[in-house]
């Protein structure tokens, strides 16, 4: 069964989607700890560093999310289709550091901090996606040219004595 390239396309702007809405709802809820700090409002847990990484991803999965619709609806250039899945795999970076740099500063967890890794999860899975995507569309776009012909050199035979 071979999935059509719209169908793919939908499924991964579904997945992006999903992963921006709850990287956002993860950035703006006060619960980054259990003790009810956020990211905003802190006491000596702030993280300058996971603050900026996780608005610079949650702007690449926007990017990529719109990117990919406008993608869906044909409308971006097939040149520049690697953008969306460039925009995914350096928002879900992005998501890991950011994830990765808070742990350092705080050990007890709330529910803001698993709901943007739960956005990283869906992001990373997107990535996936939009690549499988990505490569059978080059794939078939190489095997749709034409295949240049051998050349047949005809050589004179030569007769014998």
Do not use: D
Not at 27 to 55: E, F, H, M, Q
Not at 61 to 71: D, E, N, R
Not at 92 to 100: D, P, R, V
Not at 101 to 112: D, K, P, V
Request: aromatic share 12%; proline share 4%; net charge positive.
């Amino acid at each position: 069964m071979k999935l059509s390239e719209s169908t793919i396309l939908a499924i991964t702007a579904a997945i992006a989607g999903v992963a921006t809405l709850f990287t956002l709802i993860g950035l703006t809820t006060p619960k980054w700890l259990r003790n009810g700090y956020g990211l905003w409002n802190c006491n000596n847990v702030c993280s300058p560093s996971t603050a900026t990484l996780t608005i610079l991803s949650l702007f690449c999965l926007v990017a990529s999310f719109v990117l990919l619709i406008i993608l869906l609806i044909r409308a971006f250039p097939r040149k520049f289709r690697c953008i969306p899945l460039c925009l995914l795999i350096i928002g879900t970076l992005f998501l890991l550091i950011s994830t990765a740099s808070y742990l350092r500063h705080a050990r007890i967890i709330g529910y803001s901090y698993e709901l943007v890794v739960t956005g990283h999860a869906f992001a990373y899975f997107a990535s996936i996606i939009l690549a499988f995507w990505f490569g059978t569309t080059m794939n078939e776009k190489s095997t749709a040219r034409p295949i240049a012909q051998p050349l047949n050199i005809a050589l004179p035979m030569s007769r014998g004595l």
